[in-house]
């Protein structure tokens, strides 16, 4: 999980009243845990949170996710990143060509869609 809460105020989802606002993890954290994954021979990495798209905008005021696929590439052992719970908003063309780039990260974005 690399974040928790949601501030997509959707008039039907409950996730921020119950979650609250969200917080990003430190990508130190995120990449120690991978790696201590990678160690005990995990070979996929499954991103999560309410919005993967949006994650770092709380910690630096810009959207950080490529730059954390990117580290996370860097981890032997992985051999595959997954990402779900992609917000269409923040599906930036940097993070299309990080997708495309990495060869460890699956060629696509779950986008949950409520109905």
């Known amino acids: ?5 949601c501030d997509n105020r959707c008039s039907y989802c409950a996730i921020p ?3 609250g606002r969200y917080r990003s993890r430190a990508p130190e954290k ?3 845990e991978a790696r201590a994954l990678a160690a005990r ?5 499954v991103l999560i949170a309410q919005d993967t798209t949006r994650y770092g905008a709380d910690l630096t005021g810009r959207l950080m996710l490529p730059e954390l696929l990117r580290r996370l590439c860097g981890i032997g052992g ?4 997954r990402v779900l719970y992609g917000y269409p908003d923040f599906v930036t063309d940097e993070l299309l060509k990080t997708i495309a780039e990495e060869k460890k990260v ?6 949950p869609l409520q109905h």
Do not use: Q
């Open 1 to 5: 999980k690399i974040a928790e809460g």
């Open 17 to 19: 009243a119950i979650r």
């Open 30 to 32: 995120i990449e120690r």
């Open 41 to 45: 021979g995990v070979k996929e990495l």
């Open 78 to 81: 992985v051999e595959w990143i």
């Open 106 to 111: 699956v060629p696509y974005i779950d986008l």
